[in-house]
Every structure is written in C-alpha cells, then in structure tokens.
C-alpha cells in the first residue's frame, strides 16, 4: 500500500524527469547537469564502531551519491596515505573520482568540487562538527572545509558551510 508521503516523491520525481527533458541539450551535457542521472560512486573508508559516519554515508546516498562502506582499523593510516594532514583529519575518508573527502563534507561542497575540478587532492571537514551531515544537533558555526594541495603547499579554505 502507498502511503500518503509516497505520493508527492513520486510527483516530484515525474516532475524532475519532465523538467530535464525539457532543458535543451546543451545544458543538459554540462557536469553539473548530469547529476540527475546515474548516483556518483564513493568508497566510504570508517572503523568499524564509528555510527556517525553510517549517518553520513546514508545522508550521501540521499544526496545523489552512491556509498560502498568499507569498514576498517587502519582509518588513520589510509587517511595519511591519501594525503590528508594528522591535524584536519575528520572521522572517515571517501574517495570519490579522482578526489579525497575527509570527514562530514556536506554534498553541495563535494558537488562544488566535483564541478570545478581543481588541481587538488581532495577537500576534508576536519574533526566531527555539531550540525555537519551525519552529526546531528545545531551547528556552533560556519563548517570549514579545507582543500589539501597536491604540491605540498599548506592546506586553504575550499569553502565556508
Ligand atoms: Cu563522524
């Protein structure tokens, strides 16, 4: 039986998939257009006790992703390896096309990334900030997320949440 909360997601679906068709086709070949398509493939890597960063990987997978977790204990070691700096790691390491994600990213600033395709390794979220995704409570300010540089120069602000 449908319930009555089904009833508008399929509207609004019915709704998208109308709106698309009627974007001409230029637009619709931009990367950024295509996310409405196929859901962008991640590797979650958390340990295996962590429940905040389950909540993260389900907030992706509401948000255009496609979450494959990975559970395991050399957390640190796999965040060190890919680059991200002991002092901004956040509590688990995705890896999504050719970019790292550290910690409670929201989506928009991985889309922001994947859009912009800088010359970085990748962006983190470091710590495990109240009100990030997956966190829960208020936020106690902006998200800071911070672009680790693939030529060794010190990390910067990617983006303010
Ligand atoms: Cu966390």
Do not use: W
């Amino acid at each position: 039986m449908q319930t009555r909360k089904d009833i508008p997601m399929t509207r609004r679906k019915l709704a998208m998939i109308l709106a698309a068709m009627a974007v001409p086709a230029p637009v619709l070949l931009r990367p950024g257009a295509a996310r409405s398509a196929a859901p962008t493939p991640v590797i979650l890597y958390k340990n295996p006790s962590c429940s905040c960063c389950e909540a993260y990987a389900q907030y992706l997978d509401q948000n255009g992703f496609a979450v494959e977790v990975r559970p395991t204990n050399d957390l640190a070691e796999i965040s060190r390896k890919a680059g991200i700096p002991a002092d901004l790691e956040g509590c688990h390491t995705s890896f999504i096309g050719a970019y790292v994600v550290d910690g409670h990213v929201p989506a928009p600033t991985i889309r922001k990334l994947l859009d912009e395709m800088p010359a970085i390794v990748g962006i983190t979220l470091p710590g495990m900030p109240p009100g990030s995704p997956g966190m829960g409570d208020e936020k106690a300010g902006p998200l800071t997320v911070y672009a680790i540089s693939n030529d060794g120069s010190p990390p910067r602000v990617f983006a303010e949440d």
